[in-house]
């Protein structure tokens, strides 16, 4: 199982909104809902931002939304703020009962 | 409140032997998986495997099968990552993690290990 893909970065300035993308194959981002997305500021631990692509956890600001088209999940932040400039992964569980991560994505605050 | 604390950097040669561990409070230890993932410096995130401490069901990602050890004690609530000959190419950050179905909702402060000569 090779890593989902990601675009190595994405940029916007404060107030805009950016959108992350994650793909993979038909087989796992496309057949099932298990993507899971992650925010990782420099020097610090991942947190978890979005499960079952478009779910978020009691605490994560409602700027931050996933969604799926086909093969394709995406992480959107809207209304960009300053806090948010981290790298972004998303991850899956796969039919083989392993977790895959994504390439990463830093997104950076003009 | 749940919390995952792991155990402090290493400096170790290669060659050496290593135990890490991460210490889970504030949830039914022996009811979740807890796991661990990889990042090597300036690199992205690599899942490792995953053990279940109530009966030590353990699964590892192909490309850590073999490489490394993942057990865990469940009368003092802790979880290990063993490596019995380091190599300088397991020089990274490990996180611990609590995987619940699909997605890891919490994360350790994670070990920073270097293997130098």
């Known amino acids: 199982q090779s890593a989902l893909t990601q675009p190595p970065s994405v940029s916007g300035s404060p107030g805009q909104s950016v959108t992350i993308s994650c793909t993979g194959t038909?087989?796992?981002?496309?057949?099932?809902?298990?993507v899971s997305w992650y925010q990782q500021p420099p020097g610090t631990a991942p947190k978890l931002m979005i499960y079952e692509v478009s779910n978020r956890p009691s605490g994560v600001p409602d700027r931050f939304s996933g969604s799926k088209s086909g093969n394709t999940a995406s992480l959107t932040i809207s209304g960009l703020q300053a806090e948010d400039e981290a790298d972004y992964y998303c991850?899956?569980?796969?039919?083989?009962?392993?977790?895959?991560f994504g390439t990463g994505t830093k997104v950076t605050v003009l | 409140e749940v919390q995952l604390v792991q155990s402090g950097a290493e400096v170790k040669k290669p060659g050496e032997s290593l135990k890490i561990s991460c210490k889970g409070s504030?949830?039914?230890?022996?009811?979740?998986?807890i796991g661990w993932v990889r990042q090597m410096p300036g690199k992205g995130l690599e899942w490792m495997g995953i053990i279940y401490p109530g009966d030590s069901d353990t699964r590892y990602s192909p490309s850590f099968q073999g490489q490394v050890t993942i057990s865990a004690d469940k009368s003092i609530s802790t979880a290990y990552l063993q490596w019995s000959s380091l190599k300088a190419s397991d020089t990274a950050m490990y996180y611990c993690?609590?995987?619940?179905?699909?997605?890891?909702?919490?994360w350790g402060q994670g070990t920073l290990v270097t293997v130098s000569s």
């Open positions: 504030g949830y039914s230890f022996t009811s979740y998986w």
């Open positions: 991850s899956l569980y796969t039919s083989s009962s392993i977790y895959v």
């Open positions: 038909s087989s796992d981002v496309g057949s099932y809902n298990r």
């Open positions: 993690v609590r995987p619940r179905d699909y997605y890891f909702d919490y």
